[in-house]
């Protein structure tokens, strides 16, 4: 028998800063369930984005090497970027993939997508396979990170993954579940439900 | 031969909000390797937090269903929490499994610590995996949250990952790791270097 849970209800919400596009931030005052209250919940918006784990034809995986500010530090990434405003997440990812890379994907699939901070909210990262990929245009990167172009086996991303060398949470994410094998399962059967 | 990736270099920084220990935004003025500027590049400071894959000795996974109000709505989620002021996120976990559950985990395995934002910044999250846990005290659960207690199996949790069942990235980031066997083992290697 579940437990019956309730949501929160937000009694009240005041903006504290807007740095629109890249950063809002609000606090709550929170009810709880059990009666409680909570005054100070902070709560971010920052916008969300695709990511994509592209495989090639001859069964390459597109990845970069980037240096990223978050975690100060190089990173193993997968393309992706930011949803345009109102745009639909699989419309994205095949966006960003052709203009990031000049390649497009045969056949998509959806692996969902999951709030980035669990308790502040922020992004949604919306995860994605493209199969089949096949070069088709120049790419057109805007991006602020120099990028290192490499096309890896995933034995290779599999011990690249070992020695520490992904320092992001959305590409280890992304890689862990599109390489295993059940799990892309299970999400092949519940899309198809 | 791999491209020369320099880091970022931050050439003046100015706090914006101070809601700590909960939140901390700054903004910095970046140089890019290429001389470019950004005057704008925001950063969020946030508790790291250690989160911990929990087999019983009877192979259940101690998972929790929760509202949560980042995504406002319900998901499954695994033992964890903050680590405290300089403590080592292993001995985080520890902490956090016995003081959640009342459990204790036999061998421990460490899956890497990972930027939960990607450019701002802010949480870094700590992966853990425990095995042959058992029930060695009474858990003392002080977190906002009302928990359904679940011990259910990888199969379960399986096909619940394929519903849609997990609302947060570090949740099915950990899960997808876990069950991952290819990725596992190449931790294991990694961490016996």
């Given at each position: 028998m579940p437990k019956d849970l309730k949501p929160w209800r937000v009694a009240a919400s005041r903006d504290l800063?807007?740095?629109s596009p890249f950063l809002k931030v609000r606090v709550e005052s929170i009810e709880l369930p059990d009666g409680r209250r909570i005054d100070d919940y902070y709560q971010i918006e920052m916008p969300s984005f695709a990511c994509i784990f592209a495989e090639t034809e001859d069964g390459r995986v597109i990845t970069y090497r980037q240096y990223r500010h978050g975690p100060r530090r190089l990173s193993l990434v997968f393309p992706g970027g930011h949803l345009d405003a109102g745009e639909d997440p699989l419309a994205a990812a095949k966006r960003e993939l052709l203009e990031e890379t000049g390649y497009e994907g045969a056949a998509w699939q959806d692996l969902g997508a999951y709030m980035?901070?669990?308790?502040?909210?922020?992004p949604v990262s919306h995860m994605f396979r493209a199969t089949g990929c096949r070069k088709v245009a120049e790419p057109h990167a805007d991006d602020l990170e120099e990028s290192e172009v490499l096309f890896l086996t995933r034995a290779e991303l599999m011990a690249a993954a070992g020695r520490g060398e992904f320092a992001l949470l959305t590409q280890i994410a992304l890689f862990a579940m599109v390489t295993n094998a059940d799990l892309a399962r299970s999400f092949a059967s519940g899309n198809a439900e």
């Open positions: 800063l807007d740095a980035v901070n669990s308790n502040q909210g922020g």
